[in-house]
């Protein structure tokens, strides 16, 4: 069938919204009216960075309406309201054990540009349009296989959720899957867009009594206060580890660190407390620590998590739980966009404008 979609062609090259032709599913997939997707900063990365092979329809944070299922397909049906999250192989040992952020065809399946059985579901005339982290929702339909996609509920306005497949997920799940802080105990969140925000909601649940949240953008630090953050700090003000450590009497519990910024990875060690654990959910680059002095003379632990350690059929379903009681509200984040508006909607999440943007197909 032909659809609209937006074909990313080169490295660096704005979104182009074109006419191509989308195939039929196969078995265990399912073709999915896009009504709305979310703006991923590792949409942004693809696009400039050549991590998955041009050309290439972007987009993995899809929200929309199954309309056609392949062969064995059990799980949603023609009609269901779904998201579509990360693809994964379901059968490798980390999948198996309930993590398949991890899985062992991670890299393959989301930025290899082809779907389970190395072909492409898009094309324009005789060239392959490669897939994007196995739905490509930067397109007006698409074809996922079923262990990527997840039933929500109807009574949630769909348009919203997409953004839950990737970056809300990964901040929320990062606080509530992996650290899992306990009740009373403290964090501190670097960086303040869709993943920090998230993740300062998630421990505001987890009943954390101190959230320290840091950014340089006092409007989002205001926004970081009204979803549940007790301490504001802008880091071109202040002296982030030494007000956290006088605050916190020594240092925090937990931080979840999403920047990628080297002197701020630095801060996230320096203002945890003895025993304290850092998450690393940002894209870092190459950079040195004092393995003895930042970690391990004081028992400190720094991971790194991928997606929020989610799994998404049982970890989506439970953030709309959360949503619907208003313990959530990640709707706050949120600033629509049309789809033809796809190039502005880049451009005002990299400049913080927009906290998450979202693009509306239908």
Same mark, same amino acid.
């Given at each position: ?199 300062? *909601? ?93 970690? *391990? ?66």
């Amino acid at each position: 069938m032909k659809i609209q979609a937006a074909v990313t062609h080169a490295q660096g090259k704005e979104f182009s919204i074109e006419e191509v032709t989308l195939s039929a599913p196969k078995a265990g997939e399912v073709r999915i009216k896009v009504v709305a997707t979310g703006v991923c900063h590792t949409d942004a990365v693809a696009r400039d960075l050549g991590i998955s092979p041009y050309p290439i329809v972007l987009g993995h944070e899809g929200a929309g309406i199954v309309e056609e299922v392949g062969e064995n397909v059990s799980s949603v049906a023609v009609g269901d309201h779904v998201v579509m999250s990360f693809a994964h192989c379901g059968q490798c040992e980390n999948c198996l054990t309930g993590h398949p952020t991890v899985c062992s065809r991670f890299n393959e399946l989301n930025f290899g540009g082809c779907m389970e059985d190395h072909s492409c579901r898009i094309h324009q005339g005789d060239t392959d349009v490669h897939t994007f982290f196995g739905q490509s929702s930067f397109g007006a339909q698409v074809i996922a296989h079923e262990r990527n996609v997840v039933k929500v509920d109807k009574d949630v306005d769909l348009a919203l959720l997409g953004p839950l497949g990737c970056g809300i997920q990964t901040g929320a799940g990062t606080v509530l899957n992996r650290l899992r802080p306990e009740f009373g105990t403290s964090i501190a969140v670097y960086g303040c867009g869709a993943v920090g925000l998230s993740a300062i *909601m998630a421990a505001k649940i987890a009943g954390c009594q101190q959230i320290y949240a840091i950014d340089v953008h006092d409007s989002r630090l205001e926004l970081a206060r009204e979803l549940g953050a007790t301490h504001a700090l802008n880091g071109r003000q202040v002296d982030v580890v030494k007000e956290i450590r006088e605050a916190s009497g020594g240092g925090v519990h937990y931080a979840v660190e999403t920047t990628g910024v080297p002197p701020v990875v630095r801060q996230s060690m320096h203002a945890l407390r003895p025993l304290g654990v850092v998450a690393i959910v940002g894209v870092t680059p190459e950079m040195s620590i004092d393995v003895h002095n930042d970690l *391990m003379a004081e028992g400190k632990s720094m991971i790194g998590v991928i997606e929020g350690d989610s799994v998404p059929r049982v970890f989506i379903p439970k953030l709309v739980e959360y949503y619907k009681a208003g313990q959530f509200p990640f709707d706050k984040l949120v600033r629509f966009y049309d789809f033809e508006q796809i190039n502005q909607a880049f451009e005002d999440s990299a400049n913080g404008t927009a906290v998450k943007p979202i693009l509306r197909l239908s």
